[in-house]
């Protein structure tokens, strides 16, 4: 299969993305890394400079095929500059952590990872629960 535009991975997420899709990294094996990664999601206003979540900020959230909700997170904040150039109100980009991300999203939620690239994930709902379980049995040590 190729690819219309050869994908330059830019970190090290990108990379490992780049190697579960081509099967070289097992989809298990990414997911316990995407655990200790941090994302880039997009937000309609500015983080305060005390880092204070304000309920007012909208993150970017977009309707899967399924017309489900699939919070957008990115790999690289040059990912989301795209979707911020062409929705302008998003053009907030935040870097988070993976764990503290799944803890603040709300059940019935899927993930879509790198939307409208060739190199992405979606993450249903039902996924998005299970991979919040395991990132608790990580906080509590049972993973492994």
Same mark, same amino acid.
């Given at each position: ?59 970017? =959230? *977009?309707?899967?095929?399924? /017309?489900?909700? +699939?919070?957008? $997170?990115?790999? %690289? #904040? ?33 993930? =879509? *990872?790198?939307?409208?690239? /060739?190199?992405? +994930?979606?993450? $249903?709902?039902? %996924? #998005? ?16």
């Amino acid at each position: 299969m190729e690819a219309e535009a050869p994908f330059e991975p830019l970190n090290d997420l990108e990379v490992r993305l780049v190697q579960a899709q081509d099967g070289t990294l097992q989809a298990p094996a990414f997911l316990d890394s995407l655990l200790g990664d941090q994302v880039f999601v997009l937000l309609d206003k500015p983080v305060g400079p005390d880092a204070d979540w304000d309920e007012s900020i909208n993150p970017l =959230v *977009l309707t899967s095929e399924a /017309d489900e909700p +699939m919070f957008a $997170i990115f790999s %690289a #904040v040059e990912r989301a500059s795209a979707w911020s150039e062409q929705l302008p109100q998003f053009e907030n980009a935040l870097q988070v952590e993976v764990r503290w991300l799944l803890s603040a999203i709300s059940d019935g939620v899927g993930i =879509v *990872l790198n939307p409208g690239f /060739d190199l992405g +994930m979606e993450m $249903i709902p039902d %996924a #998005v629960v299970q991979l919040k379980q395991r990132a608790d049995a990580f906080t509590r040590g049972e993973a492994r």
